[in-house]
């Protein structure tokens, strides 16, 4: 049975790796600072015999009894209202947290993967995002605090590869959406959904031109178990090369949930990208992945969630 570790398992990606997890027989070692994670999240593991929670701060140190084999470096605020929110955090766990869950791996002779971002591409002038493509961020921006923290991971998990042979995989992971976003993360999926079963203005920022494509969760993880089993330590894109502009995504949600919401146009956040779309060449080539779940599906799924989540609070 492989026993490994996930930081950040309790947030919205994590929880659901962890489910994918246990069910293919590995032994799950959950850590979170619940800082933005949630233990409904991972309520329904608790009982699990093959799966143990840890409540902590991976930005301190780690020390984790028996052996480990792979270590899944996933905690970090990634909603712009989150990293905002909790800018030094975020800065901490990408490189104090990267540097410690990197030391744990080599301590314990693991498979180290790191979740990265889209946003190490910044604002794009390349379109779509190749893996080979630099970006383009600005450091000192409120969304630096994010990206430059990525960006430092990256580097830090090549140069533990380059120098101390760790095993390890970079994922950079674009717009990903589905159930167990919270309600209030502020990103746009779970905005315009929980706006529009409230019958509330849907917020779209700037004039809603810019762009982004989204990928469910399942997809996503899919993806994410198929680079953590392959032998890829180039940096890898996941997500749905189907693009959308905001506008269009406040129409669909509009027709999927019904009511009475219209939209309101707002400010456009400093330094929100204009354009991205991820190439998924490699990710197709090499593990053989792309997604297969319609924008429709997955906007149906994550609204039924959203609208339980609404009626249990009711
Ligand atoms: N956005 C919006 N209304 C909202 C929330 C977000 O128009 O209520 C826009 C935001 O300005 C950005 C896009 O939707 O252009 C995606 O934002 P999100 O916070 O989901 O993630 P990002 O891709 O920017 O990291």
């Known amino acids: 049975m492989p026993r490994t570790l996930i930081t950040g398992g309790a947030g919205f990606l994590g929880s659901h790796i962890c489910d994918r997890l246990i069910r293919d027989g590995h032994e799950v070692i959950c850590l979170d600072n619940l800082i933005t994670g949630r233990m409904e999240n991972v309520a329904h593991l608790l009982d699990h015999e093959a799966f143990r929670f840890i409540k902590l701060d991976v930005t301190e140190y780690l ?49 180290f993967l790191l979740a990265s971002t889209s946003e190490v591409y910044g604002d794009p002038v390349i379109h779509p995002q190749r893996e080979d493509y630099w970006g383009n961020v600005n450091p000192i921006g409120p969304r630096g605090v994010y990206d430059e923290a990525k960006r430092f991971a990256e580097a830090m998990t090549m140069a533990y590869h380059r120098y101390h042979g760790l095993d390890t995989r970079i994922v950079r992971i674009f717009n990903t959406y589905g159930p167990r976003m919270r309600p209030n993360d502020g990103r746009v999926v779970s905005n315009f959904i929980n706006q529009a079963l409230r ?54 949600v509009l027709r999927a949930v019904g009511g009475p919401s219209t939209i309101e146009f707002y400010p456009l956040p400093t330094d929100d990208p204009r354009i991205r779309q991820p190439d998924i060449g490699r990710a197709r080539a090499r593990l053989g992945w792309e997604p297969t779940v319609e924008i429709t599906e997955g906007l149906a799924r994550t609204i039924h969630y959203f609208r339980g989540q609404l009626e249990s609070v009711n």
Not at 66 to 84: E, R
């Open 63 to 111: 020390d984790i009894d028996g052996p480990v084999d792979h270590v899944l470096h996933f905690a970090s605020p990634a909603s712009p209202v989150d990293y905002q929110r909790l800018p030094i955090q975020t800065l901490k766990v990408g490189s104090l947290g990267t540097h410690k869950t990197l030391g744990l791996a080599k301590a314990k002779a693991a498979r």
């Open 199 to 252: 019958g509330q203005p849907l917020t779209v920022y700037g004039d809603g031109s810019q762009t982004r494509s989204f990928c469910y969760v399942s997809d996503m993880v899919e993806g994410l178990y198929r680079l953590l089993m392959s032998s890829e330590v180039d940096p890898i894109n996941l997500g749905n090369p189907k693009e959308f502009t905001v506008v269009e995504l406040a129409h669909m």
